[in-house]
């Protein structure tokens, strides 16, 4: 029965997003290479910012996702915290970035959360029930969302067929976060920890890889390769249809391989990090099939991860019974010991 009612919410939440992407079709960003705005630190200003998309060398991830400005928020306000963000876009509103914060009553633990693209609504329940356990939960906004966005459109802004437009949001949203987790350390907590669902998982993912001082990473049916999250998402078609006539899924991969978590496996077979999975069997959004491979090399590497495989689709890993079973999965993940 619960099975039944999943597909019947992520059929409910696909014809939502396929509507909306209706509505919004005439203000979708079409194709563009412009790798000059993935690497522009501001903008209005680095025009001409050079750089290749073309992802050969570790190296130049790790350079590429380097922190740029001192972790300092700019305000601290009851349970919110402001900060400044290291890329400065065009959109002010996009500029600043606020976390909300639940406080776990100690300096044990922290989580920093990341949202799923096209979120409208925070994760309160879930901030709440890992607070009340001792762990502080962090929300972070992504680029674009909540009160970074200026209207209802500008999530597409995030994501989109500009694949220098979107290598450059995703980089923000890592160095967003890379500064809430330096800054929970200049707190003195003693272990960070991140999770993410869909897209916002792919941004923990990054920021687990490139971030020493996390311990523990979970990724919640997260896209491993953009690329392919693009070409076999039931709710990218659209999408795919902007970027198709101009490239093959072999070209967008090395266009997009400095945010694909598959070219970053290697930063998560880091010692000291722990990270889990959480799939759902029915996803048609975020497929299973790319959190395979990456899960099989870090098992080849001996970083075996924890793996938690739900008789769900993609948005119903949220309804219950499957949002409390993650839940408490999770709990136990995290109260574990770091290997």
Same mark, same amino acid.
């Given at each position: ?77 009851? *349970? ?8 400065? =876009? ?10 909300? +914060?639940?406080?776990?009553? =100690? ?5 920093? +959360? ?45 994501? *989109?067929? *500009? ?35 869909? &897209? ?17 990473? +979970? ?19 659209? &999408? ?19 945010? =694909? ?32 491979? +990456? ?6 590497? *001996?970083?075996?991860? /924890? ?8 948005? =119903? ?18 109260? /574990?010991?770091?290997?």
């Amino acid at each position: 029965m619960f099975r039944y009612l999943a597909r019947r919410h992520d059929r409910k939440y696909i014809l939502r997003t396929l509507q909306r992407q209706r509505r919004t079709d005439h203000r979708s960003i079409g194709f563009g290479y412009d790798a000059s705005l993935a690497f522009a630190v501001n903008e209005a200003e680095d025009r001409y910012a050079s750089g290749e998309l073309t992802f050969t060398e570790l190296s130049k991830g790790e350079r590429f996702f380097s922190p740029i400005l001192p972790s300092e928020p700019l305000n601290e306000k009851g *349970n919110i915290v402001l900060f400044q963000s290291d890329i400065t =876009s065009i959109d002010d509103d996009n500029n600043t970035f606020e976390c909300r +914060v639940t406080g776990g009553g =100690s300096k044990e633990h922290a989580l920093v +959360v990341f949202h799923h693209w096209y979120a409208r609504n925070r994760f309160s329940k879930f901030a709440r029930f890992f607070a009340a356990r001792g762990i502080t939960v962090v929300e972070a906004t992504l680029p674009y969302h909540f009160s970074r966005g200026s209207d209802d459109y500008s999530e597409e802004k995030f994501f *989109n067929a *500009n694949l220098g437009r979107t290598v450059r949001s995703m980089r923000q949203a890592v160095l967003d976060g890379r500064k809430i987790v330096r800054w929970l350390h200049s707190q003195r907590y003693r272990k960070i920890s991140v999770v993410g669902m869909c &897209l916002g998982g792919t941004v923990a993912g990054l920021i687990a890889a490139q971030e020493e001082m996390v311990d523990k990473a +979970v990724l919640m049916v997260s896209p491993m390769s953009p690329a392919d999250f693009v070409w076999t998402a039931e709710t990218m078609k659209s &999408l795919r249809g902007r970027i198709e006539p101009a490239m093959s899924l072999k070209d967008l991969r090395t266009a997009w391989g400095l945010i =694909s978590l598959e070219m970053h496996t290697w930063g998560l077979t880091r010692p000291g990090l722990d990270v889990m999975f959480v799939l759902g069997r029915d996803d048609t959004i975020a497929r299973p099939e790319a959190s395979d491979r +990456v899960i099989e090399v870090l098992t080849k590497c *001996n970083r075996s991860p /924890e793996v938690l495989r739900l008789n769900c689709g993609h948005s =119903s890993v949220g309804i219950f019974p499957y949002n409390m079973i993650a839940a408490r999965k999770m709990l136990r993940f995290f109260k /574990e010991s770091p290997t």
